[in-house]
């Protein structure tokens, strides 16, 4: 488990972060949302022990991590812009890193490259933004490191490439102790990968929450009543978070228990009525604009 407890890092009279205080519960992929400056890119390093905080405190499994090898051996780091040492290849990489990590995985490795179609023996520094980004990743797997912290780890993949690197992700956690720190800015990469997402916005956590928690509390229906009274008599009855008309076709997003919610529609006999998916994007808008912010200005 990673815990951070008030952590504050600032630079000149720049606040980068402020007040962070978050749990990160072991075998959960874990979504660091926010907008560029929020601050996710300062809270990964000062994580990875790259920064040392101005006040508050991080531990790894109960270990500092500030100077400390044995935390740090039990993480690896994806920075948004990889380094790789100069004119090496993919596989010089990979022995360099099996001299770091003792339970590096040169095998893995080599079946990964193959997967990928990335030459083990070609100079990096010839490779474009995706590939190296591919390679970065897939050192970091290998590394068979407990925690992988990943700064914009989908920027840079094409759509096929994404999914792929997804996939790999939740294969390693059916098959090892392994946990995901992803920071992105995009909501819609990690929509489909994440158990938990936190919000950043001006350095500060906006918002830490369970997917599967905000999921089973907002729920997005369409209906068609048979009258207008009927159609208010209903609405009366629901936490109505948004409400979006057209004609007869009312397509509402509302809090509560699912079942009272279908019980207290379907009481109504409507004309037409199904519950509709939500996608994580559409979660945290209503989530945010409970207090008070408007999350299409925070995400892109």
């Not at 000149?12 to 749990?23: E, M």
């Not at 991080?58 to 004119?87: C, G, H, M, R």
């Not at 918002?207 to 209906?223: A, G, P, V």
């Not at 048979?226 to 057209?246: A, F, G, P, Y």
């Amino acid at each position: 488990m990673i815990e951070t407890n008030e952590l504050c890092k600032t630079f000149d009279d720049i606040q980068a972060v402020s007040q962070v205080t978050l749990t990160i519960k072991e075998g959960n992929v874990f979504g660091l949302i926010g907008t560029n400056g929020a601050g996710k890119s300062t809270f990964l390093r000062m994580l990875t022990g790259i920064l040392k905080p101005d006040s508050g405190t991080i531990t790894i499994d109960q270990l500092p991590v500030f100077e400390n090898p044995k935390a740090k051996s039990k993480f690896f780091y994806i920075s948004d812009e990889q380094y790789f040492l100069p004119n090496s290849t993919p596989k010089e990489m990979a022995h360099y890193y099996c001299s770091i990590y003792a339970n590096f995985r040169l095998d893995l490795f080599s079946e990964y490259l193959d997967c990928f179609e990335l030459n083990p023996t070609r100079r990096i520094a010839t490779f474009s933004k995706g590939m190296k980004k591919q390679l970065s990743i897939l050192l970091g797997l290998c590394s068979y490191t407990k925690y992988l912290f990943c700064d914009e780890t989908f920027d840079g993949l094409d759509p096929v490439m994404r999914q792929g690197v997804k996939s790999i992700f939740a294969n390693e956690m059916t098959q090892r102790d392994f946990t995901p720190i992803i920071a992105s800015h995009n909501l819609r990469e990690l929509e489909d990968i994440c158990d938990h997402v936190g919000l950043l916005h001006k350095g500060g956590v906006l918002l830490s929450k369970e997917l599967m928690e905000m999921k089973s509390n907002i729920h997005k229906l369409q209906c068609v009543f048979q009258n207008q009274d009927m159609e208010q008599s209903v609405l009366e009855q629901l936490t109505v978070i948004k409400l979006e008309r057209r004609g007869s076709l009312l397509t509402i997003t509302v809090k509560g228990d699912k079942d009272a919610i279908i019980n207290s529609v379907a009481l109504s006999s409507p004309v037409f009525f199904e519950v509709l998916p939500l996608s994580l994007e559409e979660i945290f808008i209503s989530e945010t604009e409970v207090v008070g912010y408007d999350i299409k200005k925070l995400i892109l």
